[in-house]
Nanobody, 123 residues
Framework: QVQLVESGGGLVQPGGSLRLSCAAS????????MGWYRQAPGKQHELVAS???????NYADSVKGRFTISRDNAKNTVYLQMNSLKPEDTAVYYC?????????????????WGQGTQVTVSS
């Protein structure tokens, strides 16, 4: 079982920056791929950025060059540095932890979500 707690959201002006943090409980954090998702009112849930256990990253086209995902396995924390924020980045941001592996012939698939943190970009 993994519990995720996001923090760092808030109100920021266009062009500003925020850093989101997601603290995970448990001792197996390094075994989980981590991701940040967001959902704006009236829009679909979308993947913003992800980072594998080996540190490879992936970003939505809309945030490439502006957002950076990173992880600190010693602190059981994943971060999302958001720069040059735009009003269209306004959403609730959710942290996700995922792990899939075989135990013998049994596929184990674990997926956990945080409670979300609101990011509002407005002047």
């Amino acid at each position: 079982q993994v519990q995720l707690v996001e923090s760092g959201g808030g109100l920021v002006q266009p062009g500003g920056s925020l850093r989101l943090s997601c603290a995970a409980s448990g001792s197996s954090f390094s075994l989980y791929a981590m991701g940040w998702y967001r959902q704006a009112p009236g829009k679909q849930h979308e993947l913003v950025a992800s980072i594998t256990t080996g540190g490879s990253t992936n970003y939505a086209d809309s945030v490439k060059g502006r957002f950076t995902i990173s992880r600190d396995n010693a602190k059981n924390t994943v971060y999302l540095q958001m720069n040059s924020l735009k009003p269209e980045d306004t959403a609730v941001y959710y942290c996700n932890a995922g792990r899939r592996y075989y135990s013998g012939t049994n596929l184990k698939d674990y997926n956990y979500w945080g409670q979300g943190t609101q990011v509002t970009v407005s002047s």
